[in-house]
């Protein structure tokens, strides 16, 4: 056989090998909160979960006690309605208690014993990581496997003590490291010099059903939360509600914005902080008939009729990583009113999807609500959302997740 023969063969016996071991089935552990767990991160859990597991064998560790009681802001932990995401039980088990660190060390051993190829962390606070840490530890201890941290955020919006050390423990257990921003990944370099990590953005929120009418959304809202909209103007800010969400300056600039444009204020959200100066500061403004509040957690199968109720989303964040609010609005096609602050600016393209304000600026804040509706630019930056988002999909950041794999 001729030399060229034989390389020709080794190349397609080498092609063969690289395409099986591409189509590989991996066990692939997710450790942090999902279903019945709610909030954004729970929900990217569970998109993950699904995406994941159209090529592999996917779990979920999950939590059964997420948060001791006392430190939780709001009402409760947990999703009120059902499960959109359709994870099996049985591939949702319940075992890591955050005040029991013993079932952190039995956590990991049970991990461990299933010998995955690949560990992946949700992590979004300091708060978590002696537990994960711990997890962690004891998987490496006893398989070899991969340990990826999906970090939602590194630094948490409000200090936290001894969050640096925290952070420092649990990130030496990591092979790898995927963030979602610009911001964090800044924030990531302060502690990791050396392991691989990956930058993509946040994908969107894809999970809430598809969109409806402007009109048939806003008889929903009617029918279920007596929120009466008609044919009027409508904002929304939506998620719950801190001072670092700066939602004052939003109410601050109303009036300025109420002499241009006749419209309503759409607040939906649970507050985690004291509700009184709120409604105290609409009240010294005069504004309380052009703001209407929904003050409580909206469950996933509600969430697209707000959005689509609404001309336009407004984030007057104060501070900020990324927000899967803005995920959510670009799925549904909605323009956007951000502060430039974390990632947000990263999301929004000014004058094209959106605008974007300095943070902590009514004023400024106010201009940009009326030049959205003296322009007429809903139909407009809707079509470039559209042709946007795109970039978003849950495909590209799985495929640069599994890089890392």
Not at 65 to 74: A, D, E
Not at 334 to 351: C, F, Q
Not at 370 to 396: G, T, V
């Amino acid at each position: 056989m001729r030399i060229w023969e034989c390389e020709n063969l080794k190349t397609i016996f080498n092609s063969q090998i690289l395409k099986f071991s591409n189509s590989q089935i991996l066990k692939i552990v997710l450790v942090g909160p999902a279903y019945p767990y709610r909030g954004g991160i729970a929900q990217s859990q569970a998109i993950l979960f699904q995406h994941l597991s159209k090529d592999n064998d996917v779990s979920i560790v999950n939590f059964k006690r997420q948060y001791p009681g006392f430190l939780f802001p709001g009402k409760s932990q947990f999703e009120e309605g059902e499960d959109v995401f359709g994870i099996p039980t049985e591939k949702n088990k319940r075992l890591i208690d955050i005040l029991n660190p013993l079932s952190w060390i039995s956590t990991g051993i049970k991990i461990a014993k299933q010998k995955p190829d690949v560990v992946i962390f949700s992590y979004w606070m300091p708060f978590f990581a002696p537990c994960y840490a711990k997890i962690a530890f004891f998987i490496n201890r006893f398989c070899k496997t991969k340990i990826i941290l999906i970090c939602h955020n590194i630094l948490p919006h409000e200090k936290q003590p001894g969050q640096n050390l925290l952070t420092k423990i649990l990130f030496a257990q990591a092979d790898g490291f995927m963030v979602l921003s610009d911001s964090v990944e800044a924030d990531l370099k302060k502690f990791n010099k050396h392991k691989p990590y990956r930058n993509s953005p946040h994908p969107i929120y894809s999970s809430f059903g598809e969109a409806v009418d402007k009109s048939a959304a806003r008889e929903e809202l009617q029918k279920r939360y007596n929120v009466n909209l008609n044919d009027e103007k409508v904002i929304l800010f939506f998620g719950f509600i801190r001072k670092y969400k700066g939602l004052h300056y939003l109410l601050a600039s109303m009036p300025e914005v109420l002499k241009q444009q006749p419209l309503k204020l759409l607040v939906v959200g649970e507050y985690y902080e004291d509700e009184q100066p709120y409604k105290e500061q609409i009240e010294q403004l005069g504004i309380q008939d052009a703001v209407i509040h929904v003050s409580q957690y909206v469950p996933n199968e509600h969430i697209r009729y707000f959005f689509c109720a609404s001309d336009l989303v407004v984030q007057p964040y104060i501070s900020a990583t990324q927000s899967g609010i803005s995920q959510i609005a670009y799925f549904y096609n909605r323009p956007m009113i951000s502060t430039r602050v974390g990632a947000l600016s990263e999301v929004v393209i000014d004058g094209k999807t959106g605008f974007i304000v300095s943070p902590e600026n009514s004023t400024e804040l106010a201009a940009a609500i009326s030049r959205f509706y003296a322009n007429n630019l809903e139909e407009e930056f809707a079509r470039n959302i559209d042709q946007e988002k795109e970039k978003y999909s849950w495909d590209y950041f799985v495929a640069k997740l599994k890089e890392l794999f």
